[in-house]
């Protein structure tokens, strides 16, 4: 079985964040990057399937050079190759036109099983991969708590996180696409032989026409979402910030607590 | 013709869930901007409640279709259903409120009618060039202004709370069939069962007084001290969602839309940055504390007292300071 897993590199959560001169993203100047969360788990996933299948796992991401850290990094945890979608007309895509190029990665992989995380901790459109699974006509399932191969029906039975603390369990046919909650597993820790034979690993750099797209079906120019600007949320105001050491902001908070909000 | 607004409330045993409702408010706000009309879809298997609420609501007008097949959900149901009812009526913009379900199916939509989605909307103004959407992102640290190409249709979801419910009054709204070829609908999966997430839940939401801890704790071991502030204050404890994942606290204290929702008198954040899908879970707290060393962190827009430091240096200090006035 060929598994292909599509991660997206992310800011750092604990990152300062800062708006651009330009005012339409944030300033990526000496910014620590990281695999996002959710896609973590997904690689996690598709190589404990992987082993207990026989298959290999695949590795695609879309993003400027910086993201080969992160292709490097899921190789060294045992992914057999990476695919990076590099051109730059890739960039400022939406969550159809970043959907459709990755689907045509998907498609000339030749995968059985796409595994990705259900939403990026920057953009979070909680979208792409579901996009992804429409482009190729696969079934989806979003918010994933747990897959089970199936093998004998060739399906794939998971479980699908709902609100109010309860769980779906269902089943569909493959190829599917499957985008995983963080949490699910524990990723592991790439071995120092890992480490060394993700070196020697193929990163292959592909652009739109190795795709068989045209560079205006993707990135910006593919995009039906214009992202604007960006900015700060303007504060509430109504927040009293209590500044000082640590010992004299405790005791006035306690005292606050207990004249003025009255909850202890 | 005026261009038609549609909101696609979900239902809740039958009802509108409170979250439909701020989608119908959404529409109805949507369609003043643009001079449109504000219309309700309704996909349903005998949700005779919801008809009747939607009847006594001020809209334009609403479609329905009730059939077994709208009894539980389904991705390719809702998708096949909503992209034949868009294709024969082509509504200018469709909104949805944001859940785990409605992010489950409408990015399917989207490409099957390759229309540009708004996800999580918390706002919307007329600006050049058209509707200017407003949401969050980098975990609501920041906000972003998105417009979308073309004449629609345009798929939204809305974030809740943020259109609020009485923005759609009382009135008389016409319910007419919606025309849907139903032998066309596949469901795309097979739902086998239901099932409660956690066992023996420890219920957070009676409580009175919540520590509640995020990432910024960095570490099982680092939580003794939490621990023993909460047992001064006579507080549970309760963490987000990454504390759970990272495995520092058992599932049953996460607090949040996948876990439960709390409305104590105080709830102490600390080291939590208050990502929405925490803050859902606590908005009805009467009075918050944020701790945490981010001052952009969206929790300190929720909170009425705030500090920005590190939790470890006033965590200790609140202990010794409630002992020694307590």
Redesign the interface.
């Known amino acids: 079985m060929k598994i292909a897993v599509c991660i997206k590199q992310v800011?750092d959560?604990?990152a300062?964040?800062r708006?651009a001169a330009d005012g339409r993203w944030?300033d990526e100047e000496e910014l620590p990057f990281v695999i996002n969360?959710s896609d973590q788990y997904a690689v996690e996933e598709a190589l404990t399937i992987a082993e207990q299948t026989g298959g290999e796992v695949v590795v695609i991401s879309l993003g400027p050079e910086r993201v080969r850290e992160a292709l490097r990094k899921a190789l060294a945890q045992g992914a057999s190759r990476a695919v990076h979608l590099s051109d730059p007309a890739f960039a400022g895509g939406?969550?159809?036109a970043t959907?459709r190029a990755l689907a045509a990665a998907v498609r000339r992989e030749e995968a059985d099983l796409v595994l990705t995380g259900s939403q990026s901790?920057?953009?979070?459109?909680?979208?792409?991969?579901?996009?992804l699974?429409?482009?190729l006509g696969w079934?989806?399932?979003?918010?994933v708590?747990g897959v089970e191969l199936d093998a004998a029906a060739g399906e794939v039975?998971f479980?699908?996180?709902?609100?109010a603390?309860?769980?779906?369990?269902?089943?569909?046919p493959l190829p599917a696409v499957i985008e995983v909650q963080?949490?699910i597993n524990t990723p592991r820790y790439a071995s120092l032989k890992g480490i060394m034979q993700a070196k020697r690993k193929e990163i292959a750099a592909v652009g739109p026409g190795d795709l068989g797209l045209s560079p205006d079906r993707v990135g910006a120019a593919g995009?039906?979402?214009?992202?604007?600007?960006?900015?700060?949320?303007e504060?509430?105001g109504?927040?009293?910030?209590?500044?000082g050491d640590?010992?004299e902001?405790?005791?006035r908070?306690?005292?606050?607590?207990?004249t003025e909000?009255r909850?202890? | 013709m005026p261009e038609r607004i549609w909101a696609v409330p979900q239902l809740k045993g039958g009802a509108l869930a409170p979250a439909g409702r701020e989608a119908l408010a959404a529409a109805r706000r949507v369609a003043e901007l643009l001079g449109g009309s504000a219309e309700a879809v309704l996909l349903h298997s005998g949700a005779t409640a919801a008809r009747e609420e939607i009847a006594a609501l001020d809209l334009a007008a609403a479609h329905e279709a009730d059939a077994a097949v709208f009894s539980s959900y389904t991705p390719g149901v809702w998708v096949g259903a909503l992209a034949q009812a868009i294709a024969a009526h082509a509504p200018r913009v469709v909104i949805l409120p944001h859940s785990y379900q409605t992010v489950d199916f409408l990015p399917r939509l989207a490409q099957e009618l390759q229309a540009p989605l708004v996800p999580e909307a918390v706002s919307v103004r007329r600006g050049d060039g058209g509707l200017i959407w407003t949401r969050p992102v980098l975990g609501g640290k920041l906000l972003a202004d998105v417009r979308a190409r073309g004449e629609g249709p345009l798929l939204v979801s809305v974030q809740a709370g943020a259109f609020p419910a009485d923005g759609v009054g009382a009135g008389d709204t016409p319910l007419s069939p919606l025309e849907l070829d139903l032998d066309r609908l596949e469901p795309g999966r097979q739902v086998v069962g239901v099932e409660e997430a956690g066992e023996d839940q420890i219920d957070l939401s009676q409580a009175e007084r919540i520590v509640a801890v995020g990432r910024g704790v960095g570490g099982e071991e680092k939580l003794g001290p939490v621990r023993e502030l909460a047992e001064a204050l006579g507080a549970e404890l309760g963490a987000s969602r990454p504390v759970i994942d990272s495995g520092w606290l058992p599932r049953d204290r996460q607090i949040g839309s996948s876990g439960q929702t709390v409305a104590p008198k105080l709830y102490l954040a600390l080291g939590i940055s208050g990502a929405i899908q925490h803050q859902v879970g606590m908005k009805g707290s009467q009075v918050v504390v944020a701790v945490n060393k981010d001052r952009n962190a969206p929790i300190f827009a929720e909170a009425r007292y705030g500090v920005v430091g590190d939790l470890h240096e006033i965590v200790p200090e609140l202990t010794a300071a409630l002992r020694e006035s307590g």
């Open positions: 800011p959560s604990e300062r964040l708006v944030i969360e939406d969550a159809l959907g901790s920057d953009l979070g459109y909680g979208a792409t991969g579901s996009v699974a429409g482009e079934p989806h399932a979003w918010l708590m039975v479980v699908r996180e709902m609100e603390g309860l769980n779906e369990r269902a089943r569909m963080a949490g995009s039906g979402l214009e992202l604007l600007a960006i900015r700060e949320p504060a509430s109504e927040v009293e910030m209590l500044e640590a010992a902001v405790a005791r908070l306690v005292e606050k607590l207990r909000a909850v202890i």
